[in-house]
């Protein structure tokens, strides 16, 4: 949900179609009640699981009513053109004594619907310092699909503090959509709303979202849990989503710019419930209600449960103790009303940045950027009572360090003290194409409101507002407000500007404006004039009232012209507006020299994720033998630790880490180096890897997932490798689940000069790969896979010795070597041809060609898992190359389940028919394009792996890496 007027759309509409395809692999259904959980390391702070007699309303302690079309001098239509009227009648809010509560929107004989909205009281919800926060709640939507479900719009979501009695500061004030769903269909979609609209760094109105689809039953069908976790003990900050416990999104605050992450962070959040009926959203996937949308199905909640974890309960503020120079403030409360008071804090010197943290009654934390009123910084508490007691402290910045005040305690004196609130004017001033309604309110209950329409002052003469004031034309209306025994409040102001040009349509603008860029522009369409419809073109033709209508950012992949009008009934249309952007495949300025070539970096995730969400982590040997990281200008930098404590540093979990990563959308191209060996591209999404440097600069250390403390376990991460010295060594590189699994990935490879032209890798989408996973393996292999990745056996615990399936291959291992003590075995490996038999448990043979003897002992199943050990003898434990050979062939033997029939070995056909075999390896093998896959150590014998290697050492033409999802 949002609060402004404008038309919401998702990104990966398109791609929703196909979710539904995938998601059966998940079987079982949940219960119909259950109770709030107990997560381990987690402290409740909040719950209600709504328990009570039928028909009841809900606890008045823990939630208040939002009634009526929208809020007090709000948006109307609560911003979304929903078209529903929200009551507190326990015919659409009730519990149903079954220990749900249910929200029923319901429809009269004359086609208006009413329905429900509730809000905690509580605005507190936010992670302590370096702590968490987890909200969840477990749903079931309501029970229709199809044509009968067109319009219903429920949710479950949260609004940061500062938009109760403003209503017109979103999105800045940020807003964490936690679960949304429309029109029946079974998905659940997740947004953070910041910044400012339209675009932004949240990219408006859109958001930054992400999308998964209920999995076994339908989100309609039965309940499942949404959830969000809000971490500051990483570094950047993140805010995780989740769908039955599995994490699908994530949104950190290395995805915008610092003011706008802390104008949408800095302070506690309140939860709302509700369904809404019709509205953009609903709109963007077929409108409705329409008349064959059937009222009465509730969404039904079984709780709603907050916990903290973590943290050293500072609350999200503070400066670390350090104690404030004397005299270098003055700060004071100030009861505003019967339920507010007003915190000020005026420092001695001017301060970047002011927080006020305060207890009420002892509890309940509430943390707030305040507002910088001409050098006096300001903010409202609300919900406050006669005798309520505030125990509040301020964080500023003097200088650059940041100082704690002591503590300081505020008694509220109720009602009949303080000043009135100053009146709110909706719509608030600006430029209108027509007349405006103009409503008046104040948050002081009782109070009696004054105003003038011609810029003067308004006096205790002035006239009595009692009602909506019509604004024909422009003008500055004024208002004040009075109460007995109270501080008449400061003036509220408006300016009106109506019908400017002679009522001529806004002229539409765009955003990203018109020039030159890498890669595909989503171009987004706005008009100033509220409610205008635009219609574009992309071939630079001049647009009219039948061409295409702008619903959605318009995708720019290659050189286009876009012109636009925006037209509205009984005005005349706007001027024709035009972009022109030229789209640049190559790596524009951050191209290389002699010997460089551009990797681009494509985003395919359908809409999960942005260009500012993707990380690319790129480490290699330069020509002189030392370790470098890419920057997005392309060139190399030296690794150093001490960037661990350098600006701009990455912190997890305590632990500083150097940043060595860009986004894709600082460079969507960058240009290899001429002279790469070992080099490894990560790729992360929604993080960066964190990678510590050794003390001498000689080494790094890379992800592990067999350390539980590695910072990069729940880190969605895959990677690319390759090996290129222009001129000397020819480009080698390839995907690889050598290790794990992380997201679809692609390679596309062109050297124009040697004709070659191929792509590699996994088409098919996460869900789908994960799922099909599930369908395809057999119980050994189930347990690889995580929310975050499936991981490969030979990084598997279950598969070392001590594991579960530490003895998973042995049977089959003594079954070849019995074979083999009493049958000759033969291999002919493309003309080099070997002869041996065992004897005594040891493999021994030559290589017939020349004669060259050789012998492997019998291996373990964690060596044919690793293909390491026997298979793999170190020259300091006797190994030699002709070991090496032959022990490659058998550990790709083993995986393959073709170990007893060396005429197999080399007949790709045979593969993966009979068990045991290596389920993971033959799983991406099914899924990989043309059946490639760098599955185990050795999966490059007889050429099954997705390595590629060029037969020229001249540089590639161009390596595109696709980023799925």
Known sequence: MMAVPRTRLRVGIVALLVIGLVAGWVTTRIAAHAAVPSPAGWNLVFSDDFTGPAGSPVNAANWQYTTGTA??????????????????????????????????????????????????????????????????????????????AAGYWPAFWMLGAPFRGNYWNWPGIGELDIMENVNGINNDWATMHCGSAPGGPCNEFTGLGGQRACAGTPCQAGFHTYGLEWDRGVTPEVIRFYLDGVQFHQVSAANMDPAAWASATNHGFFIILNLAMGGAFPAAFGGGPTA??????????????????????????????????????????????????????????????????????????????????????????????????????????????????????????????GTVATPVLSPPGGTYTGAQSVTISTSTAGATIRYTQDGSTPTANSPVYTGPISVTSSRTVKAIASASGMTTSAIGTATYTVNPGN???????????????????????????????????????????????????????????????????????????????????????????????PITFQNNPRGTWSNSQIYVTMLYLDGAGQWNYLRPDGTGAHIDHTMATAPGHLTKNGVNYPNMAFTVAQAGTVSSPASVRGGRVYLSVGSPIYIPVSPDNQGWGGPDLNNVNDPNRDVYYDWYEYTYIAGQVAFGGNTTAVDQFGFPMTSHLVQASSGYDRTLGITQTRDQVLAGYQAFVGPAFKGLANQYRIVAPRSSSDFKPGGAQASFFQGYIDQVWNFYTTNQWTENDHGVMYSGRVSGGVLSGTRTNDGAPF????????????????????????????????????CAAFHRGVALNSAAWFDATKYYQTSPRDDYAAYFHTVGIDHRSYAFAYDDVNDQSSVQILSQSTPPTSLTLGIGW
């Open 503 to 597: 009522g001529t349509v806004a002229t539409p603008t765009f955003n990203p404006p018109g020039g030159t860029y890498t890669g595909t522009q989503s171009v987004f369409l706005n008009s100033a004039t509220v409610g205008a419809a635009i219609h574009y073109t992309t071939d630079g033709s001049t647009p009219t009232a039948n061409s295409p209508q702008y619903a959605g950012p318009i995708p720019v992949a290659a050189n286009a012209t876009l012109k636009a009008i925006a037209t509205m009934p009984g005005l005349a249309n706007s001027a024709v507006a035009t972009a022109a952007y030229t789209i640049v495949a190559g790596c524009g300025g951050n191209c290389g020299g002699p010997g460089t070539f």
């Open 292 to 417: 064959a949308t059937v009222p009465g199905h509730p969404m039904v909640v079984d709780y709603v449960a907050a916990w903290q974890a973590g943290g050293t309960g500072g609350g999200g503020g503070g400066g670390g103790g350090t104690p404030p120079p004397s005299g270098d403030y003055t700060q004071s409360v100030t009861a505003v009303s019967d339920t507010q008071a007003k915190f000020s804090f005026k420092p001695t010197t001017p301060a970047s940045l002011v927080d006020v943290h305060y207890l009420i009654n002892g509890a309940n934390q509430q943390n707030f950027r305040m507002a910088n009123n001409g050098g006096t910084w300001e903010q409202t508490a609300g919900n406050l009572t006669n005798g309520t007691v505030l125990t509040y402290w301020f964080t500023y910045e003097k200088n650059g360090p940041l100082y704690d005040t002591p503590h300081f305690t505020y008694t509220h004196g109720g009602a009949g003290t």
């Open 855 to 890: 012998s492997i002992r019998k291996p373990t199943t964690t060596e044919v898992v690793e293909c390491s050990g026997a298979l793999a003898l170190p020259n300091n434990e006797g190994g030699t190359d002709l070991i090496r050979s032959v022990g490659r062939d058998f």
């Open 71 to 148: 809020y007090p001098g709000g948006p109307p239509n609560f911003g979304t053109n929903e078209v529903e009227t929200m009551t507190a009648s326990t015919a659409n809010v009730a519990l149903d004594g079954a220990g749900d509560l249910r929200i029923t929107p319901l429809r009269d004989g004359a086609g208006n619907w009413t329905s429900g909205r509730i809000e905690t009281k509580r605005t507190d919800f936010q992670p302590p310092a370096g702590g968490k926060l987890k909200v969840e709640a477990r749903i079931q939507m309501p029970d229709v699909t199809g044509a009968g």
